[in-house]
């Protein structure tokens, strides 16, 4: 799992089998099976990952006994070896829900955060990378779409992207938890206004479980903004969700799915793209951008169309700027453009090799 | 200088005055301006500054006391309330030079990494992206580019990526810290391997006065591989050094700059930009790329014409892939591409707003 020259680019895979859990105190992390075949060859792994905390405070070190501000410190062993820490001016929030600890603190430089299970999921400064990207890169690939379909996505963050497009008639959520949407809605109203609009349909439940039961083809894009593929999110990487979701598009209908970053996680985006490949008929993509408190600062999405009329992502052909009211709608978009849409999809040469893309 | 929803979106200013010198322990970082202001303002800013550890050691909580691994914790004035850490497998290095602290270092999962005065300068997975982009964003935009000069760099990985092209007939180096080189020779071999060519002609000393004495109109390329504006490389972000730059340049050259961070730093980059525009008067344009060990994880490029025959940075005329033996001299390409080439230059919509571009 851990990189150097000598070993590439350091190529991290984290699907690990179900309920494999490692639980670590208040955390309910699963140990990824990569990562259980390194803890079986390496007598100091255990060591190791019980040394790491996820998800903890701890303070900085005292060079200033008498003022000692704590960090939010963010590791997990789907990144090892490196950390991310944010100065915490206050904890908001902090619960357990049915599926995960929820956690929100104001920070002090990138507004406030939300954390599920000692993962960043969004912050307030730069989650327009995520939430405009991940809405847009398929919503303006299609003509007029009418039908859309968020999987996760309980902050309200794509709802309200998605609500730029007035073609747009029906905006169903799937979200399993409802603390997430709950918290949200008090701490970060920028986000959670995505749920007032009333083309907004709400399922609380499981995705997996809400996709069997969609009429098929009934959406023209499904977007799954899910969390990291352990805890409540490890299924929505497998080939019967994409199966359920090729099913559920119509023909020429897209899928946008988060898929982790190409700097560490080239294993698991190559698994999903390979089992995309064989299930959507049209095209597959990847893309990425950036987004600063996400491990490795970026994000990427896989993006795929099904058979029937063909989609070209790489030339959106229904461009935000000429979508009247879109730009502007509730708050002016702070990254999406047409020409960032273009742009997502140029990778970088090592990730072209891995990914045979 | 800390950002959140209410403020934007966080533009912190970084360039300060020289000698404003708030030494913490070993370090020589300089306290901008802006920050001298906000502590003015704010009682509390001292124990904030002093309490942050630049550049320092220390080890995670104790949760499994026999084994305590240690980290890298990398803060910094620059990016307040913030932090990236990497696990240290062993110090390689540790020393003062007459201008900076250097120190290398095993990380467990970017391998061997480089930092100036508490700042990463480089690690050994990501470094391509950096190496490659600064490199041919400049040279893949002129024709048979001959004379080109790099300031700073002294680890040598530009001059790697300079290499690729074989019209280049002289490769002119001023790096002010003989230790850089050194270091860069015994643990980065391959960066500094870029040493190699016979091409290379190294100068020691300060990058500002080896301009002001180089021949007017010499140089098709400029390459600006500077650490950050504080410390050695302070000078190299003000009006002087960019119009000795543009004295050096043929009609029609370019210039290709560090250029921070367009999370954090826009101020700066602002500053930047209204000097060139009046200094450089083909065409200035930003960009930027993915480096996970850069704050924010992202860096920018400054990249600029002089009068002359115009240059369009946005379609390269010289593209690497047609360079005859460029994509794998030495050792391929791992990032850099005609593609990721033109997206680079797509910046996200408040960066366009940010920077009147």
Redesign the interface.
């Given at each position: 799992?851990?990189?150097?020259?000598g070993r590439g680019?350091?190529c991290q895979k984290t699907m690990g089998g179900k309920n494999d859990d490692a639980t670590n105190g208040s955390n309910k992390a699963v140990i990824p099976s990569c990562c259980l075949k390194a803890r079986a060859s390496d007598p100091?792994y255990e060591?190791?990952c019980?040394?790491?905390?996820v998800s903890?405070w701890?303070s900085?070190?005292?060079?200033?006994p008498?003022?000692?501000?704590k960090?939010m410190?963010f590791?997990n062993p789907m990144?090892?070896?490196?950390?991310?820490?944010?100065?915490v001016e206050k904890i908001l929030f902090k619960e357990r829900s049915e599926f995960q600890e929820v956690l929100v603190f104001q920070?002090?430089?990138?507004?406030?955060v939300l954390a599920l299970d000692g993962i960043v999921q969004l912050t307030?400064?730069?989650e327009?990378?995520y939430q405009e990207m991940i809405a847009h890169l398929p919503l303006c690939s299609i003509k007029l779409p009418q039908n859309v379909l968020v999987l996760g996505g309980g902050d309200g963050g794509v709802l309200r992207e998605i609500s730029r497009h007035t073609s747009v008639e029906l905006i169903d959520i799937c979200e399993i938890d409802k603390m997430v949407i709950d918290v949200s809605k008090k701490f970060f109203p920028?986000l959670a206004v995505g749920f007032d609009d009333p083309r907004v349909r709400l399922h609380l439940g499981d995705a997996a479980e809400f996709l069997r039961k969609a009429p098929e083809g009934k959406y023209d894009a499904i977007i799954v903004d899910s969390s990291d593929p352990v805890g409540p999110a490890q299924e929505l990487v497998e080939r019967p969700f994409f199966e359920t979701i090729a099913r559920a598009l119509k023909p020429g209908g897209v899928l946008c799915n988060m898929a982790e970053s190409m700097?560490l996680h080239t294993h698991l985006i190559q698994d999903m793209i390979s089992i995309c490949r064989e299930t959507f008929k049209g095209s597959v993509h990847y893309a990425?951008t950036?987004?600063?408190t996400y491990p490795?600062?970026?994000i990427g999405f896989l993006i795929c169309s099904t058979e029937g009329p063909p989609v070209d992502f790489l030339h959106p052909i229904n461009p935000i700027e000429k979508l009247e009211g879109a730009v502007q709608h509730q708050r002016?978009?702070?990254?999406?453009?047409s020409?960032?849409h273009?742009?997502?999809?140029?990778?970088?040469?090592?990730v072209?090799r891995e990914l045979s893309l």
């Open positions: 799992m851990e990189g150097g020259e680019l350091g100091e060591a190791k019980h040394s790491t905390v903890g701890f900085e070190p005292q060079t200033c008498e003022k000692t501000p960090l410190y590791n990144w090892p070896g490196e950390a991310h820490s944010l100065r920070s002090s430089s990138y507004g406030k307030e400064k730069d327009c990378a920028q700097w990425w950036s987004v600063p490795s600062g970026v002016e978009l702070k990254f999406y453009n020409e960032i273009k742009a997502a999809f140029a990778l970088p040469s090592f072209k």
